[in-house]
């Protein structure tokens, strides 16, 4: 599991897997069409919700899909971009 800068680990008797949950085995490749916003969760609503503008052709890694957006590693940070930006 990811809680804030840490990574860990613990049972799944405690865990509740969500449509945004994945495993490296199943992270696939991509990038984006256009100048994007990455978000921190997956929403529009609020400016204070950007990450970073990632450029036209960032390479992304896919970690999963939740309302339209997927959360995405880009050098070691994750967010969410919206799936109308990415190929």
């Known amino acids: 599991?990811?809680?804030?800068?840490?990574?860990?680990?613990?049972?799944?008797k405690y865990a509740k897997l969500t449509s945004a949950a994945t495993t490296?085995?199943?992270?696939?490749?991509a990038k984006t069409t256009?100048?994007?916003?990455?978000r921190k969760t997956p929403s529009t609503s609020s400016s204070k919700n950007?990450?970073?503008?990632?450029k036209k052709?960032?390479?992304l890694t896919l970690l999963g899909?939740?309302?339209g957006f997927y959360l995405?590693?880009?050098?070691?940070t994750q967010?969410?971009?919206?799936?109308?930006y990415v190929k």
């Open 72 to 76: 995405v590693s880009v050098n070691g």
């Open 79 to 84: 967010g969410y971009v919206s799936t109308k």
């Open 24 to 29: 490296a085995s199943t992270a696939s490749s």
């Open 34 to 38: 256009a100048n994007v916003n990455m």
């Open 57 to 59: 052709g960032t390479a």
């Open 1 to 12: 599991v990811q809680a804030g800068s840490l990574n860990g680990y613990i049972t799944k």
């Open 65 to 67: 899909k939740d309302s």
């Open 50 to 54: 950007i990450i970073t503008l990632l």
